[in-house]
């Protein structure tokens, strides 16, 4: 039976990905050695890493406009410290928008004052606020683009000349928009980009520049990583190679325009049933809904022993929405194919007419 993945991170990845990178484990590029054993530093590796740089830069239209990509470790918590200890002096600005965003908060409330300019934690993180004010003195601004456990997206990123830092480790290559209107942008691998175990972290030479610490530890310092290209420490050699290929398939496959029109597709697909069927409810504003992670509720709660049963019975991996939530939650990120949101949608109109 096929398998319909569903879960949110880590997540569904290409097929033909799985087994470019199985192949590579065996034998990288005719060397005779695997992808696991081999040096960093041979010519094979730097190709790769120089490769998923370039590649990063290219698939976000950054080429030529002074931005680094870089490949580090600890995923998006790690740059929820990185951050501040980098470019945190005076205060900083956060949009609090979700169980991230508000973990961010914290590790910045670490080095300095941080300014929450907004928050929709009083309604349990239903909605993207819009109606803020970003300080003009704030050494960054800080947001979250796509807020996986509550199904939320910001559609529009506010304007303004404080310099914009956004985690995007949910919704990563998955819509186009203008990339270079952000300073910093990071992302875990594990949504839409890789394997976990590696972050990407895209960052504007002037903001860069912008930091006067001299007492940030190496490992923490983006200068340091920039300097080093990406190759300070020891990489997350698999991941990013396992990156690559998922970024090549991308480019093979339109871009990243060509994934938005998939993504909305699926989207529009799944939550149209959700709308018209009587048995469930989204849980999320309708304007700020994600088009990564659709979270869902049955309105009978008795009924989800069934209702279990029919989509497991299907092939459907993954749909328990997180615990902060309940529920369901259906990740539709880059590789999950419009015919696996079909199949959902099939079982929630069966259900309806089963009762």
């Not at 040096?39 to 590649?55: C, G, K, N």
């Not at 239903?126 to 800080?142: E, L, Q, R, S, V």
């Not at 539709?332 to 949101?341: D, G, I, K, Q, R």
Request: aromatic share 10%.
């Amino acid at each position: 039976m096929k398998i319909h993945n569903f879960s949110a991170g880590p997540c569904i990845l290409p097929q033909e990905v799985f087994q470019k990178s199985a192949a590579a484990i065996l034998d990288l590029n005719g060397t005779g050695l695997s992808i696991l054993e081999i040096s960093h530093r041979s010519p094979d590796f730097v190709a790769i890493m120089e490769e998923s740089r370039s590649l990063a830069i290219e698939l976000l239209d950054l080429e030529g406009k002074g931005y680094h990509a870089l490949f580090l470790q600890g995923g998006a918590s790690m740059e929820f410290l990185r951050v501040p200890y980098n470019f945190l002096s005076r205060k900083s600005a956060y949009l609090d928008t979700g169980t991230w965003a508000d973990l961010a908060i914290k590790e910045a409330n670490r080095f300095g004052e941080t300014d929450t300019v907004a928050s929709s934690k009083d309604q349990k993180y239903t909605y993207i606020p819009t109606d803020f004010t970003i300080p003009a003195d704030a050494d960054y601004f800080h947001c979250t683009s796509n807020n996986t456990i509550f199904g939320t997206q910001m559609k529009t990123f506010p304007i303004t000349d404080v310099p914009m830092v956004c985690d995007m480790s949910s919704d990563i290559f998955s819509r186009k928009i203008d990339f270079s209107q952000f300073d910093l942008i990071y992302a875990g691998a594990q949504k839409n980009l890789g394997p976990a175990g590696v972050t990407l972290v895209v960052i504007k030479d002037s903001f860069l520049k912008m930091t006067s610490k001299t007492d940030i530890p190496p490992i923490m310092d983006y200068r340091k990583h920039v300097e080093k290209e990406s190759m300070y420490n020891t990489p997350a050699v698999f991941a990013v190679y396992t990156s690559l290929l998922t970024m090549k398939w991308l480019k093979a496959n339109g871009g990243i325009l060509a994934m938005e029109q998939i993504n909305n597709a699926k989207a529009e697909l799944l939550y149209n049933e959700i709308d018209r069927n009587p048995f469930f409810s989204g849980t999320s504003n309708i304007p700020d809904r994600s088009a990564m992670n659709a979270t869902f509720v049955l309105n009978d709660v008795a009924m989800t022993q069934d209702f279990d049963l029919m989509w497991k019975a299907a092939g459907i991996s993954g749909l328990v929405g997180h615990r902060s939530v309940g529920g369901y939650r259906a990740s539709m990120y880059n590789a999950m194919p419009l015919e696996s949101v079909q199949i959902l949608v099939d079982v929630m109109k069966e259900f309806e007419l089963k009762r």
